[in-house]
């Protein structure tokens, strides 16, 4: 079975709807995370069959819950799931921001070969990063507890902006210790094909 076989099953499996050039831009950006991850180190998942399940599929999900126009995904890494939801998602902003520089440079390198114009990679601790203007949606994926993304991002959305936090098995007692100037909006339990791990989306907003 390719890569793109294996893509087209397992988006039919979770329902999403993605059109066939973002599907091979998926595919490269598989080949890329392969190629760079010998050199870079960017992700212990080195068969890119599972990186096809663990990192993009994974990534893409979250799609059908996401509200709004501009997106920051903070510890993003080697660009998850900043990079598929860019893909899937080329009208929509995002910027990618880790403190890392090498897998910063990994990301502006894919943007480079597909062409993205829609992705800003970001080079900074998310504590000093000071956006000209805020976001809709701070996105993150095994970035750190809620209360620490919280705590560490509360300067980045727009009043009515949410947070999407992307967790393993059910955060109960990370939700159970949010600060008082927060409320969870919905935790959606997710299936992603092929992913026998617990998966998680918790979206928050700031108390008005
Ligand atoms: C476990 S990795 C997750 C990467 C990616 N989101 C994923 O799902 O594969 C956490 C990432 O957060 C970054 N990171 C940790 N603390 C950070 C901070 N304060 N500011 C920016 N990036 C940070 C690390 O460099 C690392 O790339």
């Known amino acids: 079975m390719t890569l793109q076989q294996k893509l087209t099953q397992l988006l ?3 329902h999403l709807d ?7 831009q998926l595919v ?17 998942v080195r068969d890119p ?18 509200s709004g126009q501009r ?3 903070v510890g993003t890494g080697p660009g998850l799931p900043g990079l ?20 910063i440079r990994f990301i502006r390198q894919v943007c480079h070969e597909l062409g993205l114009k829609n992705v800003n990679a970001v080079q900074s601790r998310v504590e000093d990063y000071q956006p000209e203007t805020k976001f809709d949606g701070v996105i993150s994926r095994a970035f750190a507890s809620l209360s620490d993304m919280l705590t560490w991002c509360q300067h980045l959305p727009q009043p009515q902006g949410h947070y999407f ?44």
Do not use: C
């Open 12 to 14: 039919d499996a979770a």
């Open 18 to 24: 993605i059109a066939a050039s973002q599907q091979q």
């Open 28 to 44: 490269r950006l598989v080949e890329l995370l392969n190629k760079w991850n010998k050199a870079y180190n960017l992700t212990s």
């Open 49 to 66: 069959m599972q990186m096809v399940s663990r990192h993009i599929v994974d990534s893409l999900v979250v799609l059908p819950y996401l």
């Open 71 to 73: 997106f920051i995904d």
């Open 84 to 103: 598929p939801l860019a893909i899937a998602q080329p009208d929509k902003e995002f910027v990618l921001l880790d403190s890392l520089g090498k897998r």
């Open 165 to 208: 936090a992307l967790k393993g098995q059910y955060p109960e007692a990370e939700i159970a210790a949010l600060p008082t100037a927060f409320k969870v909006e919905d935790v959606f339990a997710l299936d992603v094909p092929e992913v026998d791990a617990e998966r998680h989306l918790v979206i928050i907003s700031t108390r008005g």
